[in-house]
């Protein structure tokens, strides 16, 4: 499983999770935009197409590409998201990273990249990179219902209406 972070150097180093995994050997990190995958999965939470089981193969051949920068920045640091490539954002889940917990959508790396593998079926391998934080394992606990919905999705659009079903919309 491939996954690669393009870290835009905007985070405190001490509580960066794609560093942290990036150390264990869990993402690999990188600072320019050629070194993403060509076809892999990008986290862009400006797509309109969400995240789906129906992705699954792409992830298994390609990877998963995520950008690790600041909510606050996200505009201005949103290079990655120019590149080519399959673009899916996450449908709405709450944080549990002790910066943003309780939030809705404000993930951190780890759990975005958690949660597009558990939404295509790799439940094990998102398990297991939660594994790695105190906090880690809430994060899927807290969002179970939600998580085992999207990962019974045929497609994109089901996922945003159970999506839009659970937040009201």
């Not at 807290?142 to 919309?169: P, T, W």
């Amino acid at each position: 499983m491939r996954i690669v972070v393009y870290h835009a150097e905007e985070c405190d180093r001490k509580k960066c999770t794609s560093l942290k995994l990036g150390r264990k050997g869990k993402f690999k990190i990188v600072n320019s935009l050629n070194q993403i995958p060509r076809g892999a999965l990008v986290l862009n939470p400006f797509s309109e197409k969400a995240v789906s089981p129906e992705d699954r193969d792409m992830v298994m051949r390609r990877g998963i590409a995520a950008l690790d920068c600041s909510w606050k920045k996200v505009r201005k640091s949103s290079v990655i998201f120019q590149t080519a490539g399959n673009h899916r954002s996450l449908p709405f889940l709450v944080a549990a990273n002790p910066t943003n917990y309780g939030k809705p959508c404000i993930l951190s790396t780890a759990e975005a990249v958690a949660a597009t593998l558990y939404i295509v079926g790799l439940k094990d391998i998102a398990s297991d990179i939660m594994s790695y934080f105190k906090w880690g394992p809430h994060f899927l606990d807290l969002n179970r219902e939600l998580l085992e919905a999207y990962s019974r999705a045929r497609d994109s659009r089901e996922v945003v209406e159970i999506q839009n079903k659970y937040i009201g919309g």
